[in-house]
């Protein structure tokens, strides 16, 4: 959805300002993807966390899957003097780790948080490249043809 919204911005502002406005939506779209590749290979490297304190070694540690706060989003209208809100609100959680005999607290990550984060960053690289592709069709079109 944002990257048809970007499209469509993109096309008004080349009406208004010409090929440097696509070529420059371009050149973020290509270095917005070659950041998600390099993210989503970081995070492919990444191993989950081992099942031991890492203040004193022991084994003994009870695990808490916690809530780390709220994000909302919302708006507010009014509509024939009627009050209308809409919106809505993620709660964030967070892996953690107490140990039983020194008392240590501490992040884990699994391999779920793992998968889950290749996963969001492999379908932000797809869109960049879709975007990118698109507006590079553009450009040619308009190099080729718009003369």
Known sequence: MISLIVLIITIALYMLVGIAAIAIAFLIAALCAIGYK?????????QPSKRICPMCGSTDVKFQYVVNGTTSTGSATTLSGVGIAS?????HHRN???CESCGY???????DDINAEYNK?????????????V?????????????
């Open 38 to 46: 390099a993210q989503k290979d970081a995070a492919a490297k990444k």
């Open 87 to 91: 919106g809505s609100s993620k709660v």
């Open 96 to 98: 953690m780790a107490h």
């Open 105 to 111: 607290t501490f992040d884990f990550v699994t391999q």
């Open 121 to 133: 960053l492999k379908a932000n690289e797809g869109c960049s490249i879709a975007v990118a592709a």
């Open 135 to 147: 507006l590079g069709v553009i450009l040619a079109i308009i190099f080729f043809f718009g003369r």
